[in-house]
């Protein structure tokens, strides 16, 4: 079966044709950063009005490029949570407008359990990744910081994909969002993530220049809290109300950087070993690191989840940079797994800014 999948939760207007719910046979997504970058972030309003205005051409792309035309599309799937409530509606009224005139399911998808899905899909003739649960899911994006069990037996959900149960998550900012408000600090425009990472990694740049703090909150805690590291980058690069900071040189920038995005990546990469370890506590032994969002394009993350993973023996399965950021074919994949479970919804489906869970 082919599904349609619809995603509009941020500044993304995003539509994929899928079939069998792991094989991308379109993905098409078009990108409102242009018109965000002068206010250095994303301005709701501007965003659901670039949503009308591109949500047409982006399903005929993507129909197009598939090679099929609406009448082979057997449901719809749409992102209905969480993201921007101006954003969502235009792509939860589009799914439900089209659902109910080609007379097929329509199905709601969570936003950030799509992203943990990502992983699983394949484009064109390739074979998609197998994947042995249980797994611990790490979702990293300008928006979310949140880790999952899944697929656990005796969890919500069950045992298969579809059994999301959340572990911890951001108290402040998001780890992208984080990594935008640095980079803005050093002057490298929005969203400034990959030329943060960038620039981490220059030659020459120290990550031990400067001692940036590694939150942990208590003992045990599986959420995240970034907010602190921020402040700590502020004062090093400035001085803090004390002033007499190092000049922003190059050089300091650089090293910033580097410190910067160690700091972040080792807070993520004790949780997840902390994640681990409690769940195996519980009887619950992992076996895949299953990572998705925007950040995991980030080098020094995806290396050290390399590491992590060959440490405790896992399988690592992450998604191609395509599909890493906000995309429609992650939404089609697990729209279609919901299906297969027999869950439906009708033209009531609302659009929600939060997450299910
Ligand atoms: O998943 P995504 O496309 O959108 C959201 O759902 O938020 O993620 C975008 C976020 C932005 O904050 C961007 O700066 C960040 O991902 N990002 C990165 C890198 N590439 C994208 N952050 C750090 N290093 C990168 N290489
Ligand atoms: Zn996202």
Known sequence: MLVLGIESSCDETA????????????????????LHAEYGGVVPEIAS????ERFTPVLRGALARAGVGLGAIGAVAVGHRPGLIGSLLVGVAAGKALAWGLGVPLVGVDHVHAHLYAGLMAEGDAAPPEVALPALGLVVSGGHTTLYAVGCEGGPGGAGVLGIERLGGTIDDALGEAYDKAASLLGLGFPGGPALDRLAGEEGADARAVDLPVSRLGPGSLD?????LKTALLYAATGGPAGGAPALNAARRRNLAASFQRAAVSAVMLKLGRAIDGLEQRGRRVRTLLAGGGVISNSRLRAELVGLAQERGLRLVLPPPALCVDNAAMIAGLGQEMLRAGVRHGLELAPVPTTAC
């Open 15 to 34: 539509c994929a044709v899928v079939a069998d719910g792991r094989r991308i046979l379109s993905n098409i997504v078009a990108s409102q950063h242009d």
């Open 49 to 52: 009005r670039a949503h009308v």
């Open 224 to 228: 995240f809290s970034f907010s602190g």
